[in-house]
């Protein structure tokens, strides 16, 4: 019966939750004018870590079929996430460690995982948006031209749906993969971009230049 009640109000829990996770991480700038836009940033943080975990867990399950399989890579994907979180808020300076290998590792896979899952949410949310959007158009032009009355006589297909299932899917696939794009952006900026550095030498030749300063270098980044 309890299984029962939380399946029914999945959504609701979910929400009720994200929303206390929210208000927990937020709760410094409680009587601080900023405290919406702090609580609004952590709720789209936290669904996005949600949504794109839940995108590795259908890439998983293809390789781990059953049910079992999915709720085993469930554990380890929460598991790794709070390793990587807990590794990433946490400076042992008291430990000898190598600083570049934990930038690497910790800080920078970390931080390309957030900024990448959190771009990508909100390029997911635009497509949501345009597609009610134009649902919601559609509607509205239908609506407007009598459309509700000759349809309610005559049913006729949903022209605002996608002609397939499959095709929906295929759009749903295309948009997650586009919105996948802040992931190889981050990853390319921490792999190559911090050591594709340029070093020129630029000699400069000015007529009324002292002496003094004859050789005289300056270093510019």
Not at 46 to 58: A, N
Request: charged share 15%; hydrophobic share 55%.
């Amino acid at each position: 019966m309890m299984i029962t009640v939380l399946r029914a109000h999945k959504r609701m829990i979910t929400f009720s939750l994200v929303a206390f996770c929210a208000f927990w991480l937020s709760r410094g700038a409680l009587h601080r004018s900023y405290f919406l836009p702090y609580f609004v940033v952590f709720v789209t943080l936290i669904f996005s870590q949600l949504f794109w975990i839940g995108r590795v867990l259908d890439i998983g399950e293809r390789f781990i079929p059953g049910k079992p399989g999915r709720a085993w890579l469930a554990v380890i994907a929460a598991v790794v996430w709070v390793f990587f979180f807990r590794a990433y808020n946490f400076n042992p300076r008291h430990l000898p460690y190598d600083p570049r290998l934990r930038q690497m590792l910790i800080d920078g896979a970390f931080s390309v995982w957030v900024v990448g899952s959190w771009l990508g949410f909100g390029l997911v949310m635009a497509f949501w948006a345009v597609e009610r959007g134009a649902r919601a158009a559609i509607w509205v032009y239908r609506y407007m031209r009598g459309g509700a009355a000759s349809q309610a006589a005559a049913p006729e297909p949903d022209a605002s749906a996608p002609h397939s299932p499959a095709r929906r899917r295929l759009l749903q696939q295309m948009a997650i993969a586009v919105s996948a794009t802040p992931f190889l952006g981050a990853a390319y900026g921490l792999l190559y971009g911090r050591l594709d550095v340029e070093v020129t030498h630029r000699r400069i030749a000015l007529a009324r230049l002292p002496k003094v300063f004859d050789g005289f270098r300056i270093a510019q980044l």
